[in-house]
């Protein structure tokens, strides 16, 4: 077997006997326990960079590791192929979306054949094919029908650049479209809605079951916002019949309110701004217009010019005195009631604010000694505050909170900072949303047997980036499906996480018929158990996917007990150049074809699982090179070792213990790159194998029994089997003619794992001083160490250093002092 390994032919040949083979392909009918890997399915923006191959690389992993561990790995792949850019590239002159996209995910689709990683393709979805369309307008409709969509017009999110509307996830913290980096303006338009937010309170409580990164969940959290607190009124001084309703989580500091906010939004900002004031309110609401909610929400920059006065004031119940009414663009209207009571003392924007315009601090609760000026909104007794005077945060919220019940004017309340999630887009690009506007019946919902409403191919692409649709006589002229008459044609199309909330579900079965969901079949393999895919998705498609999961289930169909889409999260780290993150739109990727025609796919995916943790990011730099090249030498190492060619290698056999310590590291490898695999530890379960190669070549080289370095060969092919899968199938065949990757996981024997204990003898001048027991692995450096921190030793040396130690592992230290 000692002939040459040719990287590019080897790899291409196993590449196509899996394919044509099925050997990952699985079926409804499969006896195997089931089981479900996916990585997020991809945009198609082209060829696959090192981003792409660390993903798919891992996800490989798992699946080729589960399918020897005797498990039915549903491994399905597809392409989230909606999506601006290709849009983009028509307006620019370029050819057709749907041509630049089929050539786009043809690369891609190359490129991830090229690693290695193996997928059922006959599951295949395109989010783009009519049949996606078809189901994706079905489950809107239903959705509708069950009051989960709806239009409203609101202010929303514009982005000049990408002419269309964005969903608040998509604006940037400083203001900008994460696409296009264009400044958002705020506009109100009539738009398309899915409630999320009747899922508020089972989205957040869900989580803490959750084996997601605790950091992901955090962010989820802090999206959702739920807030526990009071909602109580401010009535207007000298105009009882009206008064400001104010949300707020901290009730037990109103007596150190000493102003009142209102949003520029809010319907009483008209009526108490006074004749004086109004200019300045005015101008200000103009500015506020123009702003995301994000950039009104920033906590950098001056306060000046952000707030002013309406010359109004309301006044605060729990102490009965007057207080000024500001207009400020920091208060949102779609937040809590529009309104806030403002406590500078205790809120450090408040303070900031109050200190800008000459309003008064009052505080309430007793900072800690040494705590210097500003805010603190610590835990500490009530002061300045009456009948609260002395109490915690805690018990006084409570009484605060009774005390309002018990006047009347307020009670316990709970608010979300999630907001409904707004899903039309004016891009032609996209899903179209399937409903026609009647001028006598109004909204109707297409006929199912109209069904799918499909885009246009003969339209005109403007530099403007307005949306063909809207001129297309052909698309927006429409028959109402209730009484026949003429009706127009709505031409949103669908934001493209529509697409993205639900394919997993439709992967089980993505050939069934009479629905979007074949129930029996996500019964069967969803939750998915292990999703991969990057942190960047944390609260636009993880929460949206949580959300239609649900929805899907309480409107019928899907499996309503399935609550959660994903069992297991895994967020890979980034790859990083120049500082950045690697990506097309930043014009700093590397190409793995480079690689796959020189080094091979299996050097690449090793250099991705040994460079580092994988949930770090990396950096690409010459080093990366380095590694690649270091590698290809171990694989070279292992194929050599397969094929009995090692007789050149340079090692040594000092000190070689015999057949059973082999067998023993053997096993240890064996529960050791198991538990790794388990942990997403690839980057160790790679560095064992490196070492039970280096083991094995020591035992070939001092004349360990044939048989048990054979076995050891076998068992180091078999746990490399899913990192570098083309060598070790290759390898495997030429010793026995059998597939690797049908073989079982190894198991490893709990008898060889026990470690072997043996007593240290420690001397000090040669008399024996103190026993103790020691693995009987340890090496020379762990048995001084231990000798030296013996309380004999040290009781007996005192401060007196050591002039020689004489180690001989693992029974023998002496001390010579």
């Keep these: 077997m000692a002939e040459r390994y040719d990287v590019q032919e080897v790899e291409a040949r196993w590449q196509r006997r899996w394919e044509q083979e099925g050997t990952y392909q699985v079926d409804l009918d499969d006896p195997r326990p089931p089981s479900y890997v996916l990585c997020m399915y991809p945009y198609p923006s082209g060829p696959a960079h090192q981003g792409h191959v660390r993903n798919y690389t891992f996800g490989d992993v798992l699946v080729r590791y589960r399918t020897m561990k005797g498990e039915a790995v549903l491994s399905p792949f597809g392409f989230d192929s909606f999506g601006l850019p290709a849009e983009n590239a028509a ?466 169909l899907s499996p309503p007990e399935i609550r959660e889409p994903f069992e297991q999260l895994f967020c890979q780290g980034m790859i990083r150049m120049d500082g950045k993150a690697m990506s097309k739109s930043r014009g700093n990727v590397v190409s793995p074809d480079t690689y796959f025609d020189t080094v091979g796919a299996d050097a690449l995916r090793l250099f991705h699982l040994f460079a580092g943790p994988p949930v770090e990011d990396i950096d690409w730099s010459e080093q990366s090179d380095e590694i690649i090249e270091g590698c290809l030498r171990f694989l070279g190492r292992v194929w050599r070792l397969a094929s009995g060619d090692i007789g050149g290698e340079a090692t040594s056999s000092d000190g070689s213990p015999g057949a059973g310590e082999l067998r023993r590291e053997v096993h240890r490898t064996i529960a050791r790159v198991t538990a790794d695999i388990e942990r997403y530890g690839f980057n160790t379960a790679v560095a064992a194998l490196m070492e039970l190669t280096n083991t094995v070549y020591r035992h070939v080289h001092a004349g360990t029994d044939g048989t048990i370095v054979s076995e050891a060969i076998d068992t180091l092919l078999e746990l490399l089997a899913p990192f570098a899968p083309h060598l070790a199938a290759e390898a495997y065949e030429h010793r026995h003619g059998i597939h690797v990757h049908t073989r079982p996981w190894p198991e490893a024997d709990p008898s060889e794992l026990a470690v072997e204990r043996t007593t240290l003898v420690v001397q000090v001048n040669g008399k024996l001083r103190d026993r103790i027991e020691v693995d009987a692995g340890l090496g020379e450096d762990e048995v001084i160490a231990l000798a030296l921190a013996s309380d004999k030793v040290q009781q007996l040396l005192g401060d007196v250093a050591p002039r020689r130690v004489v180690a001989r592992p693992p029974s023998l230290v002496n001390i010579v002092a």
């Design 91 to 556: 307006i620019k002159g370029g050819m057709p979306p749907r041509a630049y996209t089929e050539a786009r995910i043809a690369e891609l689709k190359r490129s991830v054949r090229r690693l290695g990683a193996v997928y059922d393709w006959r599951r295949e979805i395109r989010s783009h094919d009519p049949d996606y369309i078809l189901w994706n307008q079905v489950i809107f409709l239903e959705l509708l029908k069950a009051g989960l969509a709806y239009r409203a017009e609101a202010p929303v999110n514009w982005c000049p650049g990408c002419h269309t509307v964005l969903a608040n996830e998509q604006v940037l913290a400083d203001g900008t479209c994460e696409r296009s980096g264009d400044v958002v303006e705020r506009r109100n338009l009539e738009q398309w809605f899915l409630r999320i937010t009747r899922y508020a309170d089972e989205l957040v409580d869900a989580l803490d079951g959750l084996d997601w990164p605790e950091r992901v969940k955090t962010m989820q959290r802090n999206w959702i916002g739920r807030s526990l607190g009071a909602q109580f009124s401010l009535p207007v001084k000298n105009r009882p019949e009206l008064s400001i309703d104010v949300f707020t989580t901290r009730p037990d500091t109103a007596f150190g309110m000493t102003y009142a906010v209102l949003a520029p939004e809010h319907p009483l900002v008209e009526t108490l701004t006074t004749p004086e004031q109004r200019a300045e309110v005015e101008e200000l609401a103009a500015r506020a217009s123009e702003e995301s909610d994000i950039e009104r929400l920033s906590s950098e920059g001056s306060l000046d010019k952000r707030g002013a006065f309406t010359g109004s004031y309301v006044v605060n119940p729990f102490n009965g005195e007057p207080i000024p009414v500001y207009v400020a663009d920091y208060v949102l209207i779609g937040y809590g009631t529009g309104a806030i009571m403002a406590v500078p003392a205790e809120d450090q924007r408040d303070y900031d604010f109050a200190a800008l315009y000459g309003l008064p601090v009052v505080r309430t609760v007793e900072p800690p000694e040494g705590f210097e000026g500003g805010a603190y909104s610590g835990d500490g007794p009530h002061i300045n505050s009456r009948w609260l005077n002395g109490l915690d945060n805690a018990a006084a919220k409570a009484k605060a909170i009774e005390w309002l019940t018990a006047q009347g004017i307020g009670q316990a309340t709970v608010n979300y900072r999630l907001r409904d999630w707004l899903i039309s887009r004016q891009r032609y690009w996209g899903c179209p949303i399937p409903v026609v506007y009647c001028p006598t019946d109004g909204i109707q919902g297409v006929a199912r047997d109209d069904l799918p409403v499909l885009l246009p191919e003969d339209v005109e692409f403007r530099p403007t980036g307005q949306s063909p649709l809207r001129f297309h006589e052909g698309f927006l002229n429409a028959t109402c499906p209730k009484c026949g008459g003429p009706a127009k044609r709505e031409t949103d199309t669908m934001d493209t996480f529509v697409d993205s909330s639900w394919y997993f579900l439709r992967f089980a079965n993505p050939h069934h018929e009479d629905g979007p969901i074949d129930v029996a079949a996500a019964r069967q393999y969803l939750p998915v158990d292990r999703y991969i895919g990057g942190i960047t998705h944390a609260i636009l498609h993880l929460l949206y996917a949580r959300f239609y999961t649900r929805a899907l289930g309480d409107i019928g």
